[in-house]
């Protein structure tokens, strides 16, 4: 069975297509642009454009599995032609999706549940790769600065988001059903930065800002007004949810989920010192 990965190319889909060439299967990767994709060997790499579902029909020829995303672009906008996408994936064979969405009654909720296909609904609270951000100011200063420090999400570990994928699009028995996926404990920002010590050897400082000081350090890193209005409303309303633990990996995979601290000591070398380096 050949297996579709929208979104092959980024942060999370390069490690579910890495776990589905684990387990053996083929593996096509979409992307707007294959020049650039970097895939491992073996990966077919098509181009094409989920706001453009004319331009899936090679990508979808000869698949039986897909993994789809549930938002577009740089601005992660809401996929608005899921249903065109969804028909196409039905006429051209497929039987099982995953869908990387929280299943909240908007337009794609409506059009996978009414596909006809093996749908489940996945959704990550919080990666734990999304520290990465923090990287260059802890490599030059030794020091995290955010606002809303004392915010707790229960981050997940991107392998295993890319394990829960490939479990179900290869085995199934997962389908009509929607899944949060996170790690195993919910952390602050600053609780992060103690793992990121922990795992470096050097000390790691937590500074908590203001909106106003957020604000101020955004606009001198460049940061456009509205991306800085989306962030601190964001972060100013996210529910108290995203701090609670779920089963959901160990349920599809069959063990636990892995830990901030493990993360952090797999990418130690990333936020070491210039120094060290």
């Known amino acids: 069975m050949t297996i579709l990965v929208t979104g092959g190319t980024g942060r999370l889909g390069r490690h579910i297509v ?10 096509r990767a979409l992307t707007r642009d294959a020049g650039v994709a ?16 004319s331009s899936l029909a ?25 249903g065109e996408i969804l028909t196409m994936a ?16 908007q337009e794609l909720d409506g059009a996978v549940r009414g596909s006809g296909l093996e749908w489940t609904f996945l ?27 004392d915010r707790r999400t229960a981050s997940v570990h991107e392998v295993d988001v890319a394990d ?16 949060v996926l996170t790690g195993p404990q919910a952390l602050s920002p600053a609780d992060k930065t103690a793992a990121l010590a922990a795992a470096t050897g050097r000390e790691i400082h937590f500074t908590h800002l203001t909106d106003g000081q957020a604000r101020e350090l955004w606009r001198a890193q460049g940061w456009p007004e509205e991306g800085i209005d989306f962030m601190l ?8 949810t995203v701090a609670d633990v779920t089963s959901s990996v ?18 130690a070398e990333t936020f070491q010192s210039r120094g060290s380096e």
């Open 18 to 27: 890495e776990r589905l060439l684990l387990t053996g299967q083929t593996v």
């Open 38 to 53: 970097r895939l491992p060997t073996g990966v077919e790499v098509v181009e094409g454009d989920l706001e453009q579902p």
């Open 58 to 82: 090679a990508a979808l020829d000869g698949v039986g599995a897909v993994h789809l995303l549930g938002t577009t672009g740089a601005d992660h906008a809401p996929l608005r032609t899921g």
């Open 90 to 105: 039905a006429e051209a064979g497929v039987r099982r999706i995953t869908v990387l969405s929280p299943a909240d009654g």
């Open 123 to 149: 959704w990550p609270v919080d990666l734990m790769a999304n520290a990465l951000g923090w990287a260059e100011t802890i490599r030059t200063e030794g020091r995290v600065r955010e606002p809303y420090g």
């Open 164 to 179: 829960v994928v490939s479990a179900i699009l290869t085995d199934g028995g997962h389908a009509g059903h929607c899944y």
């Open 233 to 240: 409303r964001m972060w100013a309303t996210v529910p108290t």
């Open 250 to 267: 160990e349920r599809v995979t069959g063990r636990p989920p892995r830990s901030f601290a493990q993360w952090a000591t797999a990418h």
